[in-house]
């Protein structure tokens, strides 16, 4: 398969394929599953944009009822370190006080977007509040960290299934690295 190249730059190589994620996304589910029970109110919020992709691939793996909801944040901008300054817009309609929210991110990188987001998630206290995110790159230890953890990722910018290098790659049904 050619690797593709854009304006932004051009992939190395294949990190997850696609049926790598697949599988592991499937998992999961399963395991999300079996974390709640049927009767609990379960909130999926995915952090965009990146999230979209697993975001839909996910909640289909989810074998009990849950709601699913988006937020918006955003810090890297056209570059591949982080700026340390997080854009948050968070949308206060979706309330989450007294429900099962499961904070769903495409990767965890520096940490600062969880910084930011999760005192303000908690202030609209939820009656429980976990992190699943597909990729997590180990370099920080959070005060509280991913319950859910796709793959232990490489030290290396990653695109693909939703992430994105200044808006090129998210389309790709897999994750390569630059
Ligand atoms: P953090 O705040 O550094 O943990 O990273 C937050 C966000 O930056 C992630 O949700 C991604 O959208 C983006 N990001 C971090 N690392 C990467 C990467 O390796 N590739 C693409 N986007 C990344
Ligand atoms: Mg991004």
């Known amino acids: 398969m050619d690797l593709p190249l854009t304006g932004n730059g051009r992939l190395r190589r294949i990190v997850y394929s696609a049926g790598d994620i697949r599988r592991r996304v499937s998992e999961l589910g399963r395991e999300i599953g079996e974390a709640y029970s049927a009767e609990d109110d379960v909130l999926v919020l995915g952090m965009l944009k990146g999230s979209f992709i697993f975001v839909a691939d996910l909640v289909r793996e989810i074998p009990i009822p849950i709601h699913v909801d988006f937020l918006v944040a955003g810090s890297y901008g056209n570059r591949m370190t982080t700026s340390g300054e997080v854009?948050?817009?968070?949308?206060?309609?979706?309330?989450?006080?007294?429900?099962?929210?499961?904070?769903?991110?495409?990767?965890?990188?520096?940490?600062?977007?969880?910084?930011?987001?999760?005192?303000?998630?908690?202030?609209?206290?939820?009656?429980?509040?976990?992190?699943?995110?597909?990729?997590?790159?180990?370099?920080?230890r959070l005060p509280k960290d991913a319950r859910w953890v796709g793959f232990d990722a490489p030290e290396e910018f990653l695109v693909g299934y939703g992430l994105d290098f200044g808006e090129d790659f998210r389309h790709l049904p897999y994750i390569g690295a630059m």
């Open 87 to 140: 854009r948050l817009f968070y949308n206060p309609q979706t309330s989450i006080t007294g429900r099962n929210v499961i904070l769903v991110e495409d990767i965890i990188d520096s940490g600062n977007t969880l910084l930011r987001v999760l005192p303000l998630l908690l202030k609209g206290e939820p009656a429980n509040l976990e992190i699943c995110t597909l990729l997590h790159k180990r370099l920080i």
